[in-house]
């Protein structure tokens, strides 16, 4: 989940401590969300590393300006006011934000909204080598992350306010 409004299915290739890093992604679903600071947009979006470098995903969310939601170190912490710069870069290298500056951006959660407080990262899926044997590993995680009925919820609101005005646009997809 992150904050903004992504349209575009795409690569990041953005180098990491100097190293290949390459990360597909493609948006699922966008929700607009008065409940948060701004009247902001928030994305699901389904990503697919294809390196693995450390904090890989969150990093090159950053680059895009579409942080994660609850990232405190990579500019998407909760509720919070995005400035007009996620972040800064020096060559390839990435920077974490000063932690000070953004906690002066964030507001106070609401209680309903206690769960976007953490990072709002899901693994549905994971696949990997075993070290010794080399045959394939695969993890799938049963259920669904507590934001993503967030999600659901402010579309569904999206949706009786435009029946209500009778503007009716196509549902929500599930």
Same mark, same amino acid.
């Given at each position: ?6 349209t575009?299915s795409?690569?990041?290739?953005i ?6 890093? $390459? $990360? ?6 966008c929700?607009? $969300?008065?409940?948060?600071s701004?009247? /902001? !947009?928030? %994305?699901?979006?389904e990503? =697919?590393?294809v %390196?693995?470098?450390?904090h890989?995903?969150?990093? #090159? =969310?950053?680059?895009?300006? #579409?942080p994660?939601v609850?990232? #405190?170190?990579?500019g998407?912490g909760?509720?919070k006011k995005?400035p007009t710069s996620v972040g %800064?870069?020096?060559?390839d /290298?990435?920077?974490? =934000?000063d =932690? ?6 964030t ?5 309903q909204h ?8 899901w693994?549905?899926?994971i ?6 044997s080399?045959k394939?590993i +695969?993890?799938a995680?049963?259920?669904e992350?507590e !934001? ?5 919820v402010?579309e569904?609101k999206? !949706?009786?306010e +435009? ?9 929500p997809?599930?």
């Amino acid at each position: 989940l992150v904050y903004g409004k992504m349209t575009e299915s795409g690569t990041c290739s953005i180098p990491i401590s100097e190293r290949h890093a $390459t $990360t597909h992604y493609r948006p699922l679903r966008c929700v607009r $969300t008065a409940s948060l600071s701004n009247d /902001e !947009w928030l %994305t699901v979006v389904e990503l =697919l590393p294809v %390196t693995g470098r450390m904090h890989q995903l969150r990093r #090159h =969310l950053q680059h895009m300006q #579409h942080p994660i939601v609850g990232d #405190h170190r990579y500019g998407g912490g909760p509720y919070k006011k995005l400035p007009t710069s996620v972040g %800064t870069s020096k060559g390839d /290298e990435f920077h974490q =934000l000063d =932690l000070q500056k953004q906690e002066s951006q964030t507001d106070k959660m609401p209680p309903q909204h206690s769960h976007l407080q953490r990072l709002c990262l899901w693994a549905v899926k994971i696949r990997f080598p075993h070290p010794f044997s080399g045959k394939e590993i +695969s993890v799938a995680l049963p259920g669904e992350p507590e !934001w993503l009925k967030y999600v659901a919820v402010q579309e569904e609101k999206q !949706w009786q306010e +435009s029946k209500r005005q009778n503007q009716l646009p196509t549902p929500p997809a599930l």
